[in-house]
T-cell receptor, first 116, second 111 residues
Framework: ETGVTQTPRHLVMGMTNKKSLKCEQHLGHNAMYWYKQSAKKPLELMFVYNFKEQTENNSVPSRFSPECPNSSHLFLHLHTLQPEDSALYLC???????????????FGEGSRLTVL | DAKTTQPNSMESNEEEPVHLPCNHSTISGTDYIHWYRQLPSQGPEYVIHGLTSNVNNRMASLAIAEDRKSSTLILHRATLRDAAVYYCILRPRGSGDKLTFGTGTRLAVRP
């Protein structure tokens, strides 16, 4: 399997549930990202990881908790979400690393989240 | 950070060239110009990028104005599969691979 794979593709959860989104990349990249795409709004960068270390958190509420156990896997743990958190959550990866930034991100197909 | 301005939507005919404009009048000398597109029900995909010179690849061409205040993405022969939202993005040198997306241009291709 190649590219960036996200699971599940669709998720419906209640406000009191705890769920996780998973992202896996098979590209040998060192940087991974979470973006949120709400209806009628531009993609919003949420988190950035480089070599498993979080390098950016764009003021994301604590009900979203990222985890990056290694350079190939990225999780987004979700708990006590609100209906306005319903969106498409996109994972991306890039080569990363000093001197290797090209601005070329590889995106997964996204996980469509609905919060009831 | 410098901002980009793109038309909300454009239409083209299949097999004809398409010129997608982007204005970035406040671009700095070290900002790269990137183009991505997002097909329906998919994540964005990289199209092309450049700094000062025009660029060509198998997907498209990027024409950058001499003063760098605008750029144009050129699809040489539009196909139905090219219907997507096209994003013009400025990436400051030193910002890593982090990209800030705008609202883009929604391209419709007529058969």
């Amino acid at each position: 399997e190649t590219g960036v794979t996200q699971t599940p593709r669709h998720l419906v959860m209640g406000m009191t549930n705890k769920k996780s989104l998973k992202c896996e990349q098979h590209l040998g990249h060192n940087a991974m990202y979470w973006y949120k795409q709400s209806a009628k709004k531009p993609l919003e960068l949420m988190f950035v990881y480089n070599f498993k270390e979080q390098t950016e958190n764009n003021s994301v509420p604590s009900r979203f908790s990222p985890e990056c156990p290694n350079s190939s896997h990225l999780f987004l743990h979700l708990h006590t979400l609100q209906p306005e958190d319903s969106a498409l959550y996109l994972c991306a990866s890039s080569r990363g690393g000093a001197g290797a930034f090209t601005g070329e991100l590889f995106f997964g197909e996204g996980s469509r989240l609905t919060v009831l | 950070d410098a901002k980009t301005t793109q038309p909300n939507s454009m239409e083209s005919n299949e097999e004809e060239p398409v010129h997608l404009p982007c204005n970035h009048s406040t671009i700095s000398g070290t900002d790269y110009i990137h183009w991505y597109r997002q097909l329906p029900s998919q994540g964005p995909e990289y199209v092309i990028h450049g700094l000062t010179s025009n660029v060509n690849n198998r997907m498209a061409s990027l024409a950058i104005a001499e003063d760098r205040k605008s750029s144009t993405l050129i699809l040489h022969r539009a196909t139905l599969r090219d219907a997507a939202v096209y994003y013009c993005i400025l990436r400051p040198r030193g910002s890593g691979d982090k990209l800030t997306f705008g609202t883009g241009t929604r391209l419709a291709v007529r058969p």
